[in-house]
């Protein structure tokens, strides 16, 4: 079992001069994904009692995500308000005092044996004291299990950012899979050095994987060994982006796991051919997440090959 561990939350998205409610969340929408891929997928995250939040469970069950390492509490939902653009999508988040947010590091859940990897990313990192709930969980489990972390860095959202730093910094130490745009590496790392470099830099610091994703132009994994490979992203007619780098990170995930990598050791020594399939499955899911409209990955029966 891959477990997600992050926001959910709901999209109130833009369209006809009115917002709609659509269920989200980058950890969130991974989950689904993978669910929805056939993987055997748990959630652990803050879901509130409200209408949103039933509706946020209804969602995860619809897609096989197991919830029963979710915490519920009587708090409201987290709201993110987004607004498209050309296809892109610009958020205003509320998120104080919300159930997802208010984790307390105090009481991290129990892990099951069944569990293999942990999944963390998303604005979850950020807001206290959820973020320190996530990274304390990810230190706990790094010694048995694969950590991926996908930050998905909104700069706009980081009110303080010398701790936000401080924080990553300390995830990725025990990550065994980082997975950045590269918008997300050079917030990480300043300066004029090339991805290929700064991707070297992040390597050094203890993951054993970096996949860089570069939008249109693909995406690149950096390779324990020193090895690198490349994927390109699949050319489709793009409706929006909501989703696409979450379904991205469950195509990956789930090839991983099919090749029987997705261990400490299988990522440690992760060949080049196995790295570009499990990019190759990520742009192919990630294409149809963006050929409709908001975060509604792919069924494992869209696929063009199997898994």
């Not at 998905?152 to 924080?167: G, H, K, L, S, V």
Request: aromatic share 6%.
């Amino acid at each position: 079992m891959i477990l997600c561990c992050g926001e959910a939350l709901i999209d109130m998205i833009e369209g006809d001069g009115a917002f709609t409610p659509h269920v989200g969340g980058a950890v969130f929408n991974t989950a689904r994904a993978l669910g929805r891929l056939e993987q055997g997928v748990g959630f652990v995250s803050g879901l509130s009692t409200d209408m949103f939040g039933t509706q946020l469970q209804d969602a995860l069950h619809a897609s096989n995500v197991d919830t029963s390492h979710v915490i519920f509490s009587d708090r409201p939902t987290t709201l993110a308000f987004v607004q498209l653009s050309g296809g892109n999508a610009t958020y205003t988040f509320y998120d104080e005092n919300t159930a997802g947010r208010s984790l307390d590091m105090a009481n991290l859940p129990v892990i099951p044996n069944t569990a293999c990897a942990l999944y963390f990313g998303g604005i979850s990192l950020i807001g206290m004291p959820a973020a320190d709930f996530y990274a304390a969980l990810a230190v706990d489990q790094a010694d048995s299990r694969v950590i991926m972390i996908d930050p998905n860095i909104r700069p706009q959202f980081i009110t303080d950012p010398a701790a936000y730093r401080a924080r990553l910094a300390k995830m990725i130490t025990v990550c065994d899979i980082l997975k950045v745009s590269d918008d997300d590496l050079k917030w990480i790392i300043d300066g004029d050095a090339t991805l290929d470099d700064k991707a070297a830099e992040i390597l050094a610091q203890g993951p054993k994987l970096v996949i860089v994703t570069k939008g249109s132009d693909g995406a690149k994994a950096y390779l324990a060994s020193g090895q690198s490979t490349e994927s390109a992203a699949r050319k489709v007619d793009v409706v929006d982006t909501v989703g696409a780098g979450d379904t991205f990170n469950a195509g990956v995930l789930a090839k991983l796991s099919q090749m029987g990598c997705l261990t400490k050791q299988g990522i440690a020594s992760l060949s080049a051919d196995d790295a570009q399939a499990a990019l190759r499955l990520g742009a192919e899911v990630a294409a149809i997440t963006v050929s409709r409209a908001g975060a509604n990955p792919p069924l494992l029966s869209e696929l063009s090959v199997p898994i």
